[in-house]
């Protein structure tokens, strides 16, 4: 017999994919400039014109045997050192390249970290809203999945809830600022606090707990938004990064893990991730995007670009009647559905071929996600339907 479980995965997609694949079909009937879909978290804005220049240069210059050749399972030592180097000289905060682990995304990331840490039965905190795949990610590693929902008025941690949910079998929390799907970066405050509970429960129960820093939209921040580098702040944090966002590269599935030297015996737990990584087939990340990743190190793409879809359908929305979180980075917002089931709402949308996602999955419900990384005119020519929807709830 066939895995049950795997079976039922593969049987339903993500309610963001089948959405998505919805606008696929509709776009094929109606033509694509009809459909208004905020479905999917794919940048709209292209690479910097630098990510060309050096992708040409490597596979011009560099001999084939190494561009396209297995690097170290844990990935290359001077792609490895490039990055570190990075981190050090923004954050200052120890990395070396033997707590760098290369991997395919931050999926591959967070999958590697959980079954580094989780033992059968151990508990990992998510807070909502959050990254449907989590549940997924954490219940394949061996684990469960315990929702901590943050404050409804801001989206920053509720420390009450968080401190009731951690006991002895509590291994780790997700944290992801900027958070998808609401854009909200948790801020230092929030950080320093999180961190004293933190050390608090490690002390009280005698037992490890790690943060597991889930950053791919790091660098797509608003303004003068600073975001918090956790392991400056707390010790036994592992951070998974992806470049899929930052430099528009979310087809090439290239990110990393890193280890901070603060973590407790943390040469055993990068072994661990090493193990894991292994035991997963996640092994030698791509070559060719581990160079050119080494060379892109401070590069972004137009976070203006994003900029200007936030503000524009932002203010209309609230214009109209909505209520919105404003969005402090990332490319989404998450609105209040004007009515209790957000998926009825989003099946009305679909009347005015506008695609959105309910935030059940996300971990709370009555609010619609608005995926806005989508040409400037998809939000322009969406706004009047938008305005007739929400005048039908009045």
């Given at each position: 017999?066939?895995?049950?479980?795997?079976?039922?995965?593969?049987?339903?997609?993500?309610?963001i994919?089948?959405?998505?694949?919805?606008?696929?079909?509709?776009?094929?009937?109606?033509?694509?400039?009809?459909?208004?879909?905020?479905?999917?978290?794919?940048?709209?804005?292209?690479?910097?014109?630098?990510?060309?220049?050096?992708?040409?240069?490597?596979i011009?210059?560099?001999?084939?045997?190494?561009?396209?050749?297995?690097?170290?399972?844990?990935?290359?030592?001077?792609?490895?050192?490039?990055?570190?180097?990075?981190?050090?000289?923004?954050?200052?905060?120890g990395?070396?390249?033997?707590?760098?682990?290369?991997?395919?995304?931050?999926?591959?990331?967070?999958?590697?970290?959980?079954?580094a840490?989780?033992?059968?039965?151990?508990?990992?905190?998510?807070?909502?809203?959050?990254?449907?795949?989590?549940?997924?990610?954490?219940?394949?590693?061996?684990?469960?999945?315990?929702?901590?929902?943050?404050?409804?008025?801001?989206?920053?941690?509720?420390?009450?809830?968080?401190?009731?949910?951690?006991?002895?079998?509590?291994?780790a929390?997700?944290?992801?600022s900027?958070?998808?799907?609401?854009?909200?970066?948790?801020?230092?405050?929030?950080?320093?606090?999180?961190?004293?509970?933190?050390?608090?429960?490690?002390?009280?129960?005698?037992?490890?707990?790690?943060?597991?820093?889930?950053?791919?939209?790091?660098?797509?921040?608003?303004?003068?938004?600073?975001?918090?580098?956790?392991?400056?702040?707390?010790?036994?944090?592992?951070?998974?990064?992806?470049?899929?966002?930052?430099?528009?590269?979310?087809?090439?599935?290239?990110?990393?893990?890193f280890?901070?030297?603060?973590?407790?015996?943390?040469?055993?737990?990068?072994?661990?991730?090493?193990?894991?990584?292994?035991?997963?087939?996640?092994?030698?990340?791509?070559?060719?995007?581990?160079?050119?990743?080494?060379?892109?190190?401070?590069?972004?793409g137009?976070i203006?670009?994003?900029?200007?879809?936030?503000?524009?359908?932002?203010?209309?929305?609230?214009?109209?009647?909505?209520?919105?979180?404003?969005?402090?980075?990332?490319?989404?917002?998450?609105?209040?559905?004007?009515?209790?089931?957000?998926?009825?709402?989003?099946?009305?949308?679909?009347?005015?071929?506008?695609?959105?996602?309910?935030?059940?999955?996300?971990?709370?419900?009555?609010?619609?996600?608005?995926?806005?990384?989508?040409?400037l005119?998809?939000?322009?020519?969406?706004?009047?339907?938008?305005?007739?929807?929400?005048?039908?709830?009045?």
């Open positions: 017999m066939i895995n049950e479980k795997m079976l039922s995965l593969g049987n339903k997609r993500s309610v994919r089948e959405i998505f694949e919805y606008g696929n079909r509709r776009r094929s009937e109606i033509g694509a400039d009809k459909v208004y879909d905020f479905s999917l978290g794919n940048p709209s804005i292209p690479a910097p014109e630098k990510v060309k220049e050096i992708l040409l240069s490597l011009e210059n560099t001999e084939p045997t190494k561009l396209h050749g297995y690097t170290s399972a844990q990935g290359d030592l001077g792609v490895r050192t490039a990055i570190a180097e990075n981190i050090n000289e923004r954050f200052d905060a990395a070396t390249p033997n707590l760098l682990y290369m991997t395919c995304g931050a999926a591959a990331s967070l999958t590697i970290s959980l079954n840490l989780l033992n059968e039965g151990d508990e990992v905190i998510v807070l909502a809203p959050f990254f449907p795949e989590y549940t997924v990610f954490i219940e394949k590693a061996g684990g469960k999945a315990v929702v901590v929902k943050c404050r409804e008025e801001d989206f920053q941690i509720d420390f009450e809830a968080l401190e009731n949910a951690i006991n002895s079998k509590t291994k929390i997700i944290v992801n900027p958070n998808n799907p609401c854009g909200v970066v948790l801020n230092e405050e929030t950080i320093s606090k999180l961190a004293e509970l933190l050390n608090e429960k490690q002390k009280e129960l005698g037992t490890d707990i790690f943060v597991i820093a889930d950053e791919p939209y790091r660098e797509l921040v608003y303004g003068d938004v600073v975001v918090p580098y956790i392991p400056n702040y707390y010790d036994n944090t592992l951070v998974c990064y992806s470049y899929s966002k930052s430099l528009s590269l979310p087809g090439e599935r290239i990110g990393y893990i280890v901070s030297p603060k973590v407790q015996n943390c040469v055993d737990v990068y072994a661990a991730v090493c193990g894991a990584g292994r035991a997963l087939g996640f092994v030698c990340a791509p070559s060719l995007l581990q160079y050119l990743v080494a060379k892109c190190q401070g590069l972004t137009d203006e670009a994003y900029k200007q879809n936030r503000d524009i359908l932002y203010n209309a929305l609230v214009e109209y009647g909505y209520t919105v979180a404003k969005p402090d980075g990332a490319f989404y917002l998450f609105v209040k559905s004007p009515e209790e089931d957000a998926n009825a709402f989003c099946e009305k949308a679909k009347s005015e071929e506008i695609l959105i996602v309910p935030g059940d999955d996300f971990g709370f419900k009555g609010y619609v996600r608005i995926s806005y990384c989508v040409a005119d998809t939000i322009k020519n969406s706004l009047d339907g938008f305005k007739r929807l929400i005048e039908q709830y009045r």
